[in-house]
């Protein structure tokens, strides 16, 4: 039986009770309280791992200790980076992310003040690598099943939106509580305190308050929010063609927002570094195999080893992609116009072998290590490549949003299985959907939960 959240329960009353906001705050307090608990037994369900592969006791003292040091430490951290806030019960990647690194920095922390005071002796490396890796998956199992109970418990209703509509006939989203002004007699008007008190009645333990209302009423209404003590929004449909994602401003004028850089300084540096740390070494292992293939293609048909084409990098900038050259020279298509197929006459003998393999694309370790590209991201496309009839950009007119990262070798459209020919536009609208997916939601663990997934497509039935 599905328990019925205090949204739900709003909704079917009409007229939000005013407990209810209260109701849902609880809640949340209390799931934080919860998540919080369970990474505490994840962390010393570790250190009992640790104890039990090293001494085979559960309660043997260099687990224990480590438990002890480590334990406030992370709790502070975590709190501090928030990875016990209102937003993680909803988006349980990030909040593992946030617990990942404060546990690691809380242990990171530990070893350098039993190093500085010369406490080794009180804890054991190998119950404490046993107790590390323990603890991810023990923090990363407690986060999935305490998410899973946040969605049954409450179908990720967990804060209290409101509409208010003064004169606009809008729809509001199924988990939104709707006030009518007329309804309500709340017709804003700064200069009746009546109003304004029973606008605050309405407004009391609400997260958030969307208002819908003509133009001309749009300045008397964000007076009034900006004494409501609410996070306050002005609903303006005129804007929706713009898409604006803030506010700045300039010379004392306000500007609208639309675009911004994916990734911040730190994050940036984070993936680069992730590329460095395997494209060196994957070059140094590979450098055999990347000769014997370039003899091969020498071998096999006249023309350069490497074939460079015209792609569409980060910031819709043009650079040069290295490929192993797997076609003819003299019937290369360096724009890109005509998409590889399965018969394709232009395919060399070693060509065939080294695009079934994906051993073509090995080249592009160079264009990593040179910063045109990162390891993860949206696939570089040829300039002329088309979907259909139509070249890319004209398809979608969000085409060029995908290019507000680096293009990588691999993406997440390519481990989903959308590559080789594009013959259609929903072939386009599939990897450019996941593209899209991508940049919204990038994290460092999702580079490498890509760059595994890329290991079961190597060979794959489009790679022709």
Known sequence: MKLETPAERISKRGRAPRSAPSELQSLRVRLCLMVLLVDCVAILVGCMAGNVLRFGNLWADPGLNLFAAVLPLYVGIAINSDAFGSDTLSDVHSGLSRAILAYVFAVFAVLFI????????????????????????????????????????????????????????????????????????????LHDPHMLDRLAAQLRGVDRVVIACPPERRLVWSLLLKGSSV??????????????IGIGSLSG??????????????????????????????????????????????????????????????????????????????????????SASRDDDRITKIGRLI????????????NVLRGEMSLVGPRPHAL?????????????????HRHALKPGLTGLAQIRGYRGATPDRQDLANRLNADLEYLAGWTIWRDISILAGTLRVLVHPNAY
């Open 231 to 244: 996070n306050g929004h002005i609903l303006s449909q005129d804007l929706d063609p713009v898409a604006p």
């Open 253 to 338: 004028h306000f500007t609208l927002a639309v675009a911004c850089a994916p990734l911040d300084l730190s994050r940036r540096c984070a993936k680069r570094t992730l590329d460095l740390l395997i494209t060196i070494p994957a070059l140094i292992f590979l450098s055999p195999m990347l000769l014997a293939v370039a003899l091969a293609v020498k071998l096999d048909s006249r023309g350069p080893v490497l074939f460079r084409q015209p792609r569409v990098g980060r910031g819709n900038r043009i650079f040069l992609m290295y490929k192993f050259r797997s076609m003819r020279h003299d019937l290369a298509d360096r724009a890109g116009n005509r």
């Open 384 to 400: 002329g490549s088309l979907a259909g009839n139509e070249l890319f950009w004209e398809v979608d007119e969000r085409y060029w």
């Open 114 to 189: 039993a190093f500085y005071m010369k406490a080794g002796t009180d804890l054991s490396r190998m119950a404490s690598g046993v107790a590390l890796v323990s603890t991810f998956a023990a923090l990363a199992a407690g986060r999935f099943l305490c998410a899973a109970y946040i969605k049954r418990r409450t179908g990720m209703r967990l804060f209290y939106d409101l509409m208010i509509r003064d004169g606009v006939d809008l729809a509001a989203p199924p988990n939104m509580i709707v006030v009518d002004c007329h309804t309500h007699d709340l017709h804003p008007d």
């Open 355 to 366: 695009r079934a393999t994906s051993i073509d694309e090995l080249p592009q370790l160079f």
